[in-house]
């Protein structure tokens, strides 16, 4: 006999692991399309189910975009990056004025200087 899970049944499993009787309607209306329909049958529950899921895997994808366009714009992440341009800035700028004759010195910024924060 086919044994299959419902999403009803999956429900149950996840949310009550208590064994309870399940209802057989499941199991009997997949044999019966298997012993009606045959490769047919089954090919239009894999078609049918493909087409319930395509919703939800766009839904997925927009909040995949929607994620890293906000990760993008977090402030500890832009804060790095501002970090990297200053390094980088201050070492063209080395290199320009000093040729290769130079060190980079960092110190924390006074209060009076303001840090940003």
């Known amino acids: 006999m086919v044994d299959g899970i419902s999403g009803t049944d999956l429900h149950n499993v996840v949310l009550d692991p208590t064994p309870a009787p399940r209802a057989p309607v499941p199991d009997l209306i997949g044999a019966v399309m298997l012993l009606v329909g045959g490769d ?13 899921a395509a919703p939800f895997a766009v839904v997925m994808v927009l909040l995949c975009v929607s994620l890293a366009r906000d990760l993008r714009s977090d402030p500890l992440v832009r804060r790095d990056d501002r970090t990297v341009q200053a390094v980088e800035q201050a070492v063209e700028y080395g290199i320009e004025h000093h040729d290769d004759d130079f060190f980079l010195n960092v110190k924390p910024m006074s209060e009076e200087n303001g840090s940003g924060r």
Do not use: K, W
């Open 40 to 52: 047919t049958a089954l090919t239009g529950i894999q078609n049918l189910t493909i087409i319930t």
